[in-house]
């Protein structure tokens, strides 16, 4: 369906988009149907952030993503303070630019006091904005580890829960990780400080959610308001998707749930090839729709964890086709069903491409099996 085509009719008879055109069209937003010209820098801001629960998948993402990437791409931006790595969206750490961090992290707070109802029995008795004062007199004095933290916390408070010191900390304040954490080829800590002391600038007030919403679209759509939801881990969006209805279109997905989109955003003629890609651990195409299934077809639910970890994964034709991982200096690619002799070669093409991006200086071999254990 081309842009030309589409006209703002009311939601019962907004046009119906299947399962591949929403997966090309996500994959066009994701710059994961062809490789874009991008900065790293535009990357990570036009993606809202790349998912960073370890060191490095925001590498492999932006691998899979941008032409001519190299990770001192990234890492450079991290050294320089350009991106940070915070707990933002799904109460997950994110690598996020300096701008989004300072933005992102107020529209989340929300959430983030949520989940300190968790943790109220292990409060008992804590003024939390005193906390909040104190927390933040330490880490803007010298960058503190979380057990450092808690340790000076439970000072204050000896008898409250240390491990509900410590999250009351990360909920109150946006704590950032220090280089050299997060830094390609380099090893360090956690230790944090805060957003405004790293960024040596202030961060802004909690922003009304609807240039989000938009954003979101861009990078995400066409997509409901389950979904955005579902990417933030906040609730009560509907409003904002409301207000800027008559700047939105919509359609139906293949069970009628409404979906919004941006009037000019690409969507590609489903039958557009889809290369192989191979995605690291968390990648945000995989966690950031309540429907997955315009990325992971039904039969494969769940086949991309193992226990409470993430396995690498690999698409083919645009969907979820297995899994992979590097050991023994061999990438080991494991599909979920029977590749032809044409997707097999594009597959190994694929991994020997990233293999050169990541591992230009390391010997691969690139072999079919099994992936156990984590990934």
């Not at 994110?94 to 943790?119: G, M």
């Not at 997905?253 to 590609?268: I, K, V, W």
């Amino acid at each position: 369906m081309t842009k030309r085509s589409i006209t703002r009719t009311p939601a019962a008879q907004a046009p119906s988009l299947g399962t591949r055109a929403l997966n090309r069209a996500t994959l066009e937003r994701q710059l994961l149907l062809s490789r874009s010209t991008r900065s790293a820098r535009s990357a990570v801001e036009h993606l809202l952030g790349l998912q960073a629960q370890n060191v490095k998948p925001p590498y492999y993402a932006l691998a899979a993503r941008l032409d001519g990437f190299t990770p001192e791409r990234l890492s450079g931006l991290m050294a320089d303070r350009e991106t940070v790595r915070i707990v933002t969206m799904r109460s997950t750490i994110h690598t996020h630019t300096a701008e989004d961090c300072l933005t992102l992290r107020p529209l989340v707070q929300a959430a983030r006091d949520r989940e300190l109802n968790a943790f109220r029995k292990g409060l008992a008795g804590v003024d939390l904005d005193r906390l909040a004062v104190i927390a933040r007199e330490l880490v803007e004095a010298e960058p503190r580890t979380m057990a450092q933290l808690r340790e000076a916390l439970l000072a204050e408070w000896p008898r409250a829960d240390a491990q509900s010191l410590s999250v009351a900390a990360r909920c109150r304040l946006p704590l950032v990780q220090v280089t050299p954490r997060g830094l390609w080829g380099r090893s360090g800590q956690v230790a944090l400080t805060t957003a405004e002391h790293w960024l040596g600038r202030p961060a802004r007030p909690a922003p009304a959610p609807d240039e989000t919403v938009l954003r979101y679209l861009a990078a995400f759509g066409p997509a409901s308001v389950k979904d955005m939801q579902t990417w933030a881990g906040l609730t009560r969006l509907r409003d904002a998707f409301e207000r800027l209805r008559p700047r939105l279109v919509t359609f139906r997905d293949p069970s009628g749930t409404e979906l919004f989109d941006l009037p000019d955003a690409p969507r590609p003629d489903p039958e557009t090839p889809a290369p192989p890609r191979f995605l690291p651990e968390f990648d945000n195409l995989l966690l950031s729709h309540a429907d997955r299934t315009r990325v992971v077809p039904p039969e494969y639910r769940g086949r991309a964890w193992h226990g409470n970890q993430a396995h690498r994964t690999l698409l083919v034709d645009g969907f979820l086709a297995g899994v992979w991982k590097l050991e023994q200096g061999a990438l080991l690619v494991e599909p979920f069903g029977k590749l032809t002799r044409d997707q097999r070669s594009d597959v190994t093409a694929e991994g020997e491409r990233m293999l050169g991006t990541m591992h230009g200086g390391e010997a691969y071999d690139v072999r079919f099996g099994t992936v156990t254990g984590r990934a």
